[in-house]
């Protein structure tokens, strides 16, 4: 039975509580980017994490960034194309909900692979 969750999460509310409710819906070998500001510092399970394989990422802007990341997204913007995925009309935001999930990457063994000669 394939294992319930999510594999990709992007924590972009700034709330305390999301984190934890994030890594709880978090597959085996999920990644978490946090891009929200967080204003205080927030505490996690580092046990599941572990256990988990859990990747967190962390990433952050900068207000004097702004005008030329714009200015590149205008101007290269078949460079940035290829990291859409899909592209879903406004009325239709909640489509994505009722898509099947993507397959489940390969995966990971804690012990070696071993191989045997005939």
């Not at 929200?36 to 996690?44: G, Y």
């Not at 399970?45 to 990433?59: A, C, K, Y």
């Not at 960034?65 to 990291?83: C, G, H, Q, R, S």
């Not at 592209?87 to 012990?111: G, K, L, M, W």
């Amino acid at each position: 039975m394939p294992e319930e969750g999510a594999l990709g999460l992007l924590g972009a509310a700034g709330a305390p509580p999301v984190i934890n409710t994030v890594l709880a819906v978090a597959k085996s070998g999920a990644r978490l980017g946090v891009v929200a500001v967080h204003k205080q510092p927030v505490p996690v399970d580092f046990v599941s994490i572990m256990s988990n394989e859990i990747t967190i990422v962390g990433s952050m802007g900068y207000p004097d960034e702004i005008f030329e990341v714009t200015k590149d997204l205008i101007d290269n913007w078949k460079k940035y194309a290829v990291i859409v995925s899909h592209t879903i009309p406004f009325d239709n935001v909640d489509e994505p909900c009722a898509r099947p999930p993507p397959p489940a990457p390969p995966t990971r063994s804690s012990s070696p692979s071993i191989e045997r000669s005939p």
